[in-house]
Each structure stands twice: as structure tokens, then as C-alpha cells.
């Protein structure tokens, strides 16, 4: 089964909408930061879905550049 965010990333790459893909990457980087900076549990794998996340939305910016290029 794709993963859900390679879906979200592919409609938005399809349709152009940058904006909406950097806001998404954003949204994922305070996430992270959000999560690194608590204690008392171990976050680690919620932290690295989410950095993998970020991976993906920013090989779809690669290729609206590259596809505007």
C-alpha cells in the first residue's frame, strides 16, 4: 500500500501547488522540533516517520523545480 504522503505530495506536485507543499514540509519541520524537545517518552519513531515525510515532500518541490525549469 503507498504511503499516504507520497499520495498527498503527487496530488499537489500534479496540480502545481507549491505553496501547498512548502506549507506541508513546515508544518512537518515544527512537528519535529515540537517532538525533540519533550521528555519522558521516546518520540524516536514518530520523529523519524516524520523526517521521512519531509524527504518526500521535498523530492516533490525537486520536481515542480524541475518541471518549471
Do not use: C, W
Amino acid at each position: 500500500m503507498p504511503n499516504a504522503i507520497k499520495l498527498i505530495v503527487d496530488g499537489y506536485v500534479t496540480l502545481q501547488d507549491r505553496r501547498a507543499l512548502d506549507d506541508l514540509r513546515m508544518q512537518r519541520r515544527k512537528l519535529a522540533v515540537d517532538l525533540k524537545a519533550r521528555t519522558g517518552f521516546d518520540y524516536q519513531a514518530t520523529i523519524q516517520q516524520i523526517e521521512d515525510d519531509i524527504v518526500v515532500i521535498e523530492t516533490g518541490l525537486a520536481r515542480l523545480d524541475a518541471a518549471t525549469s
